[in-house]
T-cell receptor
Framework: GNSVTQMEGPVTLSEEAFLTINCTYT??????LFWYVQYPGEGLQLLLK?????DKGSNKGFEATYRKETTSFHLEKGSVQVSDSAVYFC??????????FGAGTTVTVRA | GAGVSQSPSNKVTEKGKDVELRCDPI?????LYWYRQSLGQGLEFLIY????????KSGLPSDRFSAERTGGSVSTLTIQRTQQEDSAVYLC?????????????FGPGTRLTVL
């Protein structure tokens, strides 16, 4: 079945630091890959996505590239802000149309 | 409304009682999902409705859990004889057709606490 393995947290950074959250997956076929974010007190929202190999998703300064050869979709941001403090979830969806999520990584950015 | 709505936002119940959780999806979205977010299990799929097709119930953890979707819109998740391990945030999401790459839009969730 489909599964997602995500870097364990929590992660604590200073403002303007570089952030990487590793995500690898196991899936049959060619899944679509997502990063969802949950800000404190808010619901899950899509951060970015990629639907085929070598696609790069980007939003709000975050980027992730769909790497089929390494089955990875690592999230990166070059300079984080306090407002990026949140829980980040890597997820995939295949043609069963169900999202499989990683465990989530809590990121705290200190001023 | 513009987004997925869920009610109640919080529910506290006693062990053994039944609860009903409601989800109003985005108008026009053909698919509706229920997920559960709990400390021990993370985010897990429960059930999926797509149009008039039979729902995919493969994620329901026990026969105490059931869900229905009336008129292709509003959905109710029912948990009978609640147990303490049912305590979690129950999330509803809706999705429009077009392939697995389309975004699922999540509601704010219902936080269920079973005492």
């Amino acid at each position: 079945g489909n599964s997602v393995t995500q870097m364990e947290g929590p992660v604590t950074l200073s403002e303007e630091a570089f952030l990487t959250i590793n995500c690898t997956y196991t899936a049959t076929g060619y899944p679509s890959l997502f990063w969802y974010v949950q800000y404190p007190g808010e619901g899950l929202q899509l951060l970015l996505k990629a639907t085929k190999a070598d696609d790069k998703g980007s939003n709000k300064g975050f980027e992730a590239t769909y790497r089929k050869e390494t089955t990875s979709f690592h999230l990166e941001k070059g300079s984080v802000q306090v407002s990026d403090s949140a829980v980040y979830f890597c997820a995939l969806s295949g043609y069963d149309y169900k999202l499989s999520f990683g465990a989530g990584t809590t990121v705290t950015v200190r001023a | 409304g513009a987004g997925v709505s869920q009610s109640p936002s919080n529910k506290v119940t006693e062990k053994g009682k039944d609860v009903e959780l409601r989800c109003d999806p985005i108008s026009g979205h053909t698919a509706l999902y229920w997920y559960r977010q709990s400390l021990g299990q993370g985010l897990e799929f429960l059930i999926y409705f797509q149009g008039n097709s039979a729902p995919d119930k493969s994620g329901l953890p026990s026969d105490r859990f059931s869900a229905e979707r009336t008129g292709g819109s509003v959905s109710t998740l029912t948990i009978q004889r609640t147990q303490q391990e049912d305590s979690a945030v129950y999330l509803c999401a809706s999705w429009t057709s077009g392939g697995p790459g389309n975004e699922q839009f999540f509601g704010p969730g219902t936080r269920l606490t079973v005492l």
